[in-house]
């Protein structure tokens, strides 16, 4: 029997899929929600990282604007968990038996799929190609 998903760490390339389809927050976690069932969608620290860096390098103020709209909405509507010391050490720990593999997980791919285990949650993304590696990570499509 497998253990119970207690929630969903969305990672960036979900959410910057949604915000090009220029889709509100409200509606598109109403979606994901109906999906993944009766649990917790989240963000990782890491991901704000990411999201902000995104408005950062805008090249209108216009996406600027919306993807800074994107965001505030989103932390407003989820809770954002942080890298603990207990998220640091799991990552080192990962990162050491990945790398006695030859695998390769990007840091910030990582701290997201570190932070979904400890949480006992799954990461939903566009990109598996990291985050599959990290062993026991469920991840899921939205």
């Known amino acids: 029997m497998e253990p119970a998903r207690l929630g969903v760490i969305l990672d960036s390339s979900v959410l910057v899929e949604a915000n090009r389809g220029r889709a509100g927050v409200a509606p598109l976690l109403r979606q994901w929600a109906a999906q993944v ?3 917790e969608l989240a963000l990782c620290s890491v991901t704000v990282a990411e999201l902000a860096h995104g408005i950062h390098r805008a090249d209108t103020p216009e996406r600027r604007s ?5 965001l505030d909405d989103l932390k407003a509507a989820v809770v954002v968990h942080p890298i603990t010391v207990d998220t640091a050490e799991l990552v080192g720990r990962i990162n050491a038996e990945c790398s006695r593999h030859g695998d390769v997980v990007p840091l910030d791919d990582l701290l997201i799929g570190c932070c979904a285990l400890e949480l006992g949650y799954a990461v939903a993304t566009r990109n598996d190609r990291h985050f599959r590696k990290i062993p026991g990570l469920e991840l899921i499509q939205l």
């Open 37 to 39: 069932g009766n649990v």
């Open 66 to 70: 919306r993807r800074r709209v994107f």
